[in-house]
């Protein structure tokens, strides 16, 4: 502990103090909550424990405290401010996770959504203090902190207004796993779509072909269909070979509308593809109605042989579908 207080003094400044309160609170939060840790696990896994609500509001007033006792000495400062990042990544990644709810980016109410500025302040509170420290990457696969934020500001243009598909029930053959989003398909339609972090709001499919149908409740006339599919190849994640979009009236006579080309070799592809199809057209120009949508998604199975795991089952990741 001397050796400790006697680093954060000389690193900190006058804020030393205080940066050693924030490692006894957080190391006490969690071992007060009894959870273990994991390399690979994202901090909403913890929103319910160590990173409550409560929590994190104590550690961001004790970094307040650490800012303002670190004032007039600009080095302290800017060491200070970099350290607060991973608590401002918590807060970003469970906003992300709780988009309408409590800690999330919107308020809702009338069914209107609208952000809140303070969630909106911290995207670029990350990025500027990411500049000050010299922060040029944020994980072991090179992701920048302009990239993180420009994903966290496309994750967070919710598909809620004009979106028929908003809140509706998704039915899948087979279910998705259950390590992902908990395996829970209501991500699909939640209004939010996923980013480049395959941990948050995206559903994944290992080594199999699936299949999505989705009830709008009601015949709606649909001019534009879109899904969304992840790549990260380091993490074994594959666009789909193709994906096929049919629709139907009563949910048991399907017309197909349209499907997208085989996948090729899967190299350097974009890190999120959306899947567009233009409506039905009933006659004319007018849009046919629909109530039930079905995706159906031939994976690649098994990693390709220019992949360093050639031969392993793939996965493929499906987020946000939108009808308008």
């Known amino acids: 502990r001397a050796v400790r207080d006697d680093f954060l003094c000389g690193y900190y400044g006058k804020a030393g103090p205080y940066i050693g309160k924030y490692i006894e609170a957080l190391t006490g939060a969690l071992g007060r909550s009894g959870s273990g840790l994991d390399i690979y696990e994202p901090p909403t896994n913890h929103a319910d424990d160590f990173l409550s609500a409560a929590d994190v509001g104590a550690f961001n007033a004790i970094f307040d405290k650490a800012e303002a006792a670190a004032a007039g000495d600009p080095a302290a400062v800017r060491r200070v401010r970099t350290a607060r990042l991973p608590l401002i990544y918590a807060m970003l990644e469970i906003g992300k996770n709780d988009m309408f709810g409590p800690r999330g980016f919107y308020s809702e109410e009338n069914n209107r959504f609208t952000p809140k500025p303070e ?96 009830d709008l409740g009601k015949a709606v006339q649909a001019r534009e269909i879109s899904l969304s599919t992840l790549s990260d190849q380091r993490s074994w994640i594959l666009h789909p070979e193709t994906v096929a979009c049919s629709v139907s009236a009563d949910g048991a006579a399907y017309r197909e509308i349209g499907a997208s080309p085989p996948g090729g070799d899967h190299r350097g592809e974009e890190p999120v593809r959306v899947y567009r199809w233009p409506g039905p057209i009933e006659g004319g120009e007018s849009p046919a109605a629909v109530r039930f949508i079905r995706f159906s998604v031939e994976g690649t199975r098994r990693l390709p042989d220019w992949h360093p795991s050639a031969g392993g089952l793939s996965w493929v990741f499906v987020d946000e579908i939108i009808v308008r």
């Not at 670029?124 to 500049?131: L, Q, T």
């Not at 934020?149 to 509706?168: C, K, L, M, P, S």
Request: charge should be neutral; glycine fraction near 12%; aromatic fraction near 10%.
């Open 119 to 214: 969630m909106i302040g911290l995207i670029d509170a990350f990025a500027g203090r990411c500049r000050e420290g010299g922060v040029r990457s944020l994980n072991e696969s090179g992701l920048t902190p302009e990239d993180y934020t420009a994903g966290v500001r496309r994750f967070i243009d919710v598909q809620v207004e004009g979106n028929a598909a908003f809140r509706r029930p998704v039915q899948a053959d087979p279910p998705p796993s259950s390590k992902y989003a908990r395996g829970d398909l209501s991500v699909l339609t939640n209004g939010v779509r996923g980013a480049v972090d395959f941990k948050v709001h995206w559903l994944g499919w290992e080594g199999r072909d699936f299949a999505l149908i989705l």
